[in-house]
Structures are given as structure tokens and as C-alpha cells.
Nanobody, 123 residues
Framework: QVQLVESGGGLVQAGGSLRLSCAAS????????MGWFRQAPGKEREFVAH????????YYADSVKGRFTISRDNAKNTVYLQMNSLKPEDTAVYYC????????????????WGQGTQVTVSS
């Protein structure tokens, strides 16, 4: 079992930045690939970014490529999402998730989920 707790969300103006954190506890953190997803009101949860267990591979949704950066610190059991140049359309609840690394861009690729943190970008 892996427990995930997100933090760092909040209200920011368009063009601003936020850094989300996701602290993991339970099983060996480095054994898990990690992902960030987001869900806006009335929309389905969508893939944002993924990082392999070692941190050597990362993948991004086209909508955030060049603006968001995913990273992890296995010594601290934490994964981060640095979000720059934020846009109102980035407004959503952001979730971190842990999984095997297969099908990283889909919900089924992850076994454990956090409770989410709200990000609101004002125009």
C-alpha cells in the first residue's frame, strides 16, 4: 500500500507559477513510477506528466509541455510538479498517482492516488 498526499495548490494569476508536491509513504518509493493528473469541473481526469522510478524518463501532455516540469527526490519520497506560465485553463484539481509505469498516460496505469489539491488560475 502507498499513501500519497499532495500539497502546494492555491490561487495564482495567469502567467504565475506554483510548485506542487506529493509526499509518499508505505512501500519503496523508487519502485514506483509517478504521474500527475488533473480534473477540471465537468471534465474527465486527464494526464499531465509522468516520471519513471529512477527519474530518468519523463513524459508530458502536449498542453503543458515546455511550461511544467515533473521531478522526484527518492531520498525524500516526494514527487514535484513545477508549473510556470500558468493559464486559466490550467485550473483544476491536481492529483498525483503511483504505478508500474505501463500505460503512463491513462488512469489504469496507476494503482494509488492522492486526494488532490486545487489549483486556480485567474485571468
Amino acid at each position: 500500500q502507498v499513501q500519497l498526499v499532495e500539497s502546494g495548490g492555491g490561487l495564482v494569476q495567469a502567467g504565475g507559477s506554483l510548485r506542487l508536491s506529493c509526499a509518499a509513504s508505505g512501500r519503496t518509493f523508487s519502485n514506483y513510477a509517478m504521474g500527475w493528473f488533473r480534473q477540471a469541473p465537468g471534465k474527465e481526469r486527464e494526464f499531465v506528466a509522468h516520471i519513471s522510478g529512477s527519474g530518468g524518463s519523463t513524459y508530458y501532455a502536449d498542453s503543458v509541455k515546455g511550461r511544467f516540469t515533473i521531478s522526484r527526490d527518492n531520498a525524500k519520497n516526494t514527487v514535484y510538479l513545477q508549473m510556470n506560465s500558468l493559464k486559466p485553463e490550467d485550473t483544476a484539481v491536481y492529483y498525483c498517482a503511483a504505478g508500474s509505469g505501463s500505460y503512463y498516460y491513462t488512469l489504469i496505469g496507476y494503482d494509488y492516488w492522492g486526494q488532490g489539491t486545487q489549483v486556480t488560475v485567474s485571468s
